[in-house]
């Protein structure tokens, strides 16, 4: 009868124990994955540039632009191919170039960036249509 409750206390300083061990081993791995989180941190803020494709050619097809995010170096004509029998547009999101005419199936649509920066365009009939050049 008396040896069971030592049994149970033995049993619970070695889960505490395990337990102690869990967390200090789990917040050694944590202090590391914030450092590394940290450093791609850092990485993922010129990433998210360095996501564009270096091409001058975008294809639209099936309601999306591909590559959709891409870059070039100023004085780049990209052209836009639609391959939908529905008519697109390139659109800028924010004024940084005229608004594109809808260009029908097998039609493209050009245009020479001139100065550097992010531009990020859509198509007026499908807003969800997004596409975006980096001018380096
Ligand atoms: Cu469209």
Do not use: Q, R
């Not at 200090?24 to 202090?31: E, I, L, P, Q, V």
């Not at 803020?45 to 959709?68: C, E, L, Q, R, W």
């Not at 029908?104 to 050009?110: Q, S």
């Amino acid at each position: 009868m008396k040896k069971t409750p030592a049994i149970i206390i033995g049993t619970v300083v070695v889960v505490i124990a395990l337990v102690a061990i869990v967390a200090a081993s789990s917040g050694k791995k944590n202090t590391t994955d914030t450092a590394m989180s940290g450093n791609t941190d850092s990485s993922s803020t010129s990433a998210s540039t360095s996501n564009a494709v270096a091409a001058d050619k975008v294809t639209i097809a099936n309601y999306m632009f591909g590559p959709a995010d891409i870059k070039v170096k100023v004085g780049t004509t990209v052209t836009w191919t639609n391959t939908d029998s529905v008519k697109h547009n390139i659109v800028s999101d924010d004024n940084m170039m005229p608004d594109g005419k809808l260009i029908g199936k097998g039609e493209a649509y050009t245009y020479t960036f001139t100065k550097s920066g992010t531009y990020k365009y859509h198509c007026s009939p499908h807003p969800y249509m997004h596409g975006s050049v980096v001018v380096e």
